[in-house]
């Protein structure tokens, strides 16, 4: 299993390097835990993980790797009505993806619920919790809001003796859902609204995807999140900055207890440009049909960028780049597409494929025959090994790659003008041949037997190099070239009586038929290549025998090259 750290050329991420570390640090220091460092990743399997998750999955599997401790994977089941076994199986094997190692503690909150009852029953008898006839808009009315304090329900003060006979009647089934609810009592004029009596369980009856049937009530995420923590010994329990008012009921709820207590530290979700990055929104993406699915390879799911031929590394490497803060904020995308260049740079063979093929004909080669090429697979790293590259008497180049009347500075090819064909000949074109509809189709050419392999054979100077596929053997593939699936940087923002959907790129995904090297028969799924020139690309397993299908997984450049000197 993969090591969660930073890539080679990424920012250092030191122990101690930002506050949780810190605070890690201080509390071995003082032996706050016996210097037991034990994290958890949480997931509610109710939608596949994303990239904000990933920053999640590095924080608490690194922090436990570097401190000598262990990270839990605790599936948050205590919704049966939203979860599914699908995004059980794809939230493991995602973690699994980018390193994470959770040994044997596959956990689930649905592991407690025995626990959890019992420890419900003890809050009755405290006098801390009772049951509640309230509807669910009652309690929320009850509430109060930030300025004005809540009401207690009529039903507060029902005797312990009432409150265990109503919970456990709620156990056995006996009301419907909604009827009842158990509320913790606290303080109803508590200027935190979370400490309001919050609810601790609610009926539903409903199967549960590990438990059945064997209950119709359910604890709630505050009351279920701390008591598990608990119960695993966590030490360090880390979240999102949404639960900074939580953070009370969850201290309350284990001190009332007297049960071993861990500390709850909150960082700053991660917000990215052109992407959304919430459960209910990816599910709308995938369900309303505006993406292919899950993976799809515009999806910002692990799943999706694995297939889109992201790297687990360069995922990681944005994730320790990024850091850790206290306040939220929002990263360029600009930035994960840095950390994926930097990472294919170097492990990624180079081969040539044309996207937007114009037939090149070298008229004074000659019919029927053929050389064939040695090319090393990556110029300045010998260890991606080479493979053969047949040359005909026609070609296809790639049409942007020829201009009728070029610009200055045009270094390709125009009538008149010669350029090298990468690692084979010089070739001059002669003509440009046009279709009856006055475009373009076909180059005449001629070649300088004498420049064999690219060279210049008398120190004349060709300044341009293009790549090029051998008509005769080229392969036909389906390329899909992905861009941002939103048209703006914040798709959340979206105009009144507008939704994020309207700020969907209608252009993010464009299909072209290209033709590959024949050396590209040989990749499999999955695997990732430079096509020169044109950007890294990813084997999808959409691809059949006839036809091999390429994603795109980045370009070679972008427009933000301010950020490429300052990260590289
Ligand atoms: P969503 O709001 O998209 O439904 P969630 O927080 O409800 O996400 P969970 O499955 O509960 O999703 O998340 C598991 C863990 O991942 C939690 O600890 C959560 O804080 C963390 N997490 C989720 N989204 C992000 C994010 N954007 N940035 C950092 N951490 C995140
Ligand atoms: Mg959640």
Known sequence: MGELEASKGSANVKVGSDFIRARIMEDNASGRFDG????????EPNGYL???????????????????????????????????????????????????????RELYASNYFEQLYAYAEKLIQMGKAYV????????????????????????RNRSVEENLNLFRRMRAGEFADGEKVLRAK????????????????????AQHHRTGVDWCIYPMYDYTHCLSDSIEGITHSLCTLEFVNNRELYDWVLDTLGVYHPQQIEFARL????????????????????????????????????????????VRDFCARIGLARADSTVEYAMLEFCVREWLN????????????????????????????????????????????????????????????????YHRLSPGAEVRLRYAYFITCREAVLDATGRICELRCTYDPASRGGQSPDGRKVKGTIHWVSAQHALSAEI???????????????????????????????????????????????????????????KDRDSTEETPVFNRTVTLRDTWAKLEKKGG
């Open 50 to 104: 994303h990239l904000g998750h990933a920053k999640s999955i590095c924080l608490n599997f690194g922090v436990a790797r570097e401190f000598g401790g262990q990270c839990n994977l605790r599936f948050d089941d205590t919704n049966p009505v939203k979860e599914e076994r699908e995004y059980v199986e794809s939230i493991r094997e995602d973690v699994r993806w980018l390193g994470g190692d959770w040994g044997e």
């Open 346 to 409: 170097d492990h990624t063979p180079r081969l040539m494929a044309v996207l937007d093929p114009i037939k090149v004909i070298i008229e004074n080669y000659p019919e029927g025959q053929e050389e064939v090429f040695d090319m090393p697979c990556h110029p300045e790293d010998a260890s991606f090994g080479s493979r053969k590259v047949p040359f005909t008497r026609e070609l296809y180049i790639e049409r942007e790659d020829f201009r009728m009347n070029p610009p200055k500075k």
């Open 36 to 43: 037991r460092v034990q994290t958890r990743f949480p997931p």
């Open 132 to 155: 509640d006839d309230l509807s669910t808009e009652e309690i929320r009315e009850y509430r109060g809001t930030l300025t004005q304090p809540g009401r207690e329900s009529p039903w």
């Open 271 to 314: 917000n990215v440009t052109y992407t959304v990055l919430s459960k209910r929104k990816l599910i709308q993406l995938v369900r309303e049909g505006h993406v292919s699915g899950w993976d799809d390879p515009r999806m910002p799911t692990l799943c999706g960028m694995r297939r889109r031929g992201i790297p687990a590394e360069a």
């Open 480 to 538: 899909r070239l992905y861009s941002q699936l939103f048209a703006v940087e914040n798709p959340d923002a979206a105009p009144e009586g507008k939704t994020f959907l309207d700020n969907l790129n209608p252009d993010s995904l464009q299909t072209v038929r290209g033709l590959l090297e024949p050396a590209l028969a040989s990749y499999g799924v999955g695997d990732r290549v430079q096509f020169e020139r044109l950007g890294y690309f990813c």
């Open 186 to 205: 606290i303080d109803m004029a508590s200027p935190n609204v979370v400490m309001r009596d919050p609810t601790l369980y609610r009926i539903r009856h």
